[in-house]
């Protein structure tokens, strides 16, 4: 591995850089980005910034790429030290995402079943950064493979538990007589386990990439939580996570169409958080997903 490669992802990742979206940016681009002020000269310089990382692995073969990265699936279990766990995730990010020979779709798909539970897991991390790091990795393969099904049922309970969705509204438990009328005002999730806004819309992407790509069939099993995730993104403080959320209603329910009744009552009350928001981008996504649930009843 090159030498200024892990010194740019080492110094984007621990220095607190002006104006750095690890949504909107590449995590390691204002690492390596000239200064504004360059000549114009500096043209073919910038070009090569753009470009991957220039990083030595085996590419052809799944079994030999999982022996290379041995030591850094190690380091992600543990528990004790953070800074391996980071360091390993920095080594995945690397490979998967920043290399700019990467492997083929074949590897990915037969390395997926393999690391998933890990990065499964790194979505609960105590650091912020590793779990970024986990999240964008899992989104750069959920975004290669064609087949998810494997990693449905070892995702769902995670991101339940990340956006707080289990029982929305704390009526689970009652019996059907003593439950009150819904609520029709709007309303917005509170104590979220992840206090991290751009984790959060990674997590809301993810989401929308696993029921856009997947069967109805599969996901059918999972309707439940995955209802109840896309009303807590719908319902969740942040603007950005509201409209990625609404998205992914959407693609439920144009995936799922009649299928989806019984929900429909409490997938629309969600939405009215996005429909009194300030900013209009999010008024209008909230409506555009409201047509989608009310074709779905």
């Known amino acids: 591995m090159p030498k200024d490669a892990t010194a740019k992802l080492i110094e984007a990742f621990n220095a607190k850089q002006t104006g750095y979206d690890p949504i909107l940016d590449d995590p390691i681009s204002d690492g390596s980005v000239h200064e504004s002020g360059s000549d114009d000269n500096d ?93 964008l990795i899992i989104k750069e393969f959920f975004s290669t493979v064609d087949d998810l099904t494997l990693s449905i049922p070892y995702l769902i309970p995670v991101i339940v538990d990340r956006t707080n969705a289990d029982d929305l509204e704390g009526l689970d438990t009652l019996p059907d007589q003593m439950r009150p009328k819904p609520e029709q005002r709007a309303m917005q999730i509170t104590n979220l386990p992840e206090d991290s806004e751009e984790i959060r819309v990674i997590l809301a992407e993810i989401m929308t990439l696993v029921v856009s790509a997947t069967d109805w069939v599969c996901l059918r099993p999972y309707v439940d939580p995955l209802v109840a995730i896309f009303r807590a993104l719908c319902m969740d403080p942040a603007g950005i996570v509201i409209i990625e959320g609404t998205m992914g209603m959407a693609a439920l329910a144009r995936a799922a169409e009649n299928q989806l009744i019984h929900f429909c009552e409490n997938m629309g009350r969600s939405l009215f958080t996005a429909m009194v928001h300030k900013h209009a981008k999010v008024r209008i996504a909230g409506l555009n997903a409201l047509f989608d649930v009310m074709v779905c009843g």
Do not use: C, W
């Open 43 to 135: 043209e073919g310089s910038n070009d090569e910034s753009d470009e991957g990382v220039q990083i030595v692995f085996p590419r052809e073969n799944a079994a030999e790429l999982l022996t290379f990265l041995h030591r850094e699936i190690t380091n992600i279990s543990n528990m004790e030290d953070a800074s391996k766990r980071k360091f390993a995730l920095m080594r995945f990010y690397e490979i998967f995402v920043l290399a700019e020979d990467r492997a083929n779709k074949k590897v990915y798909q037969e390395i997926l079943p393999q690391i998933q539970k890990l990065l499964f897991k790194r979505l609960s991390d105590k650091v912020m950064k590793n779990r970024e790091l986990a999240a």
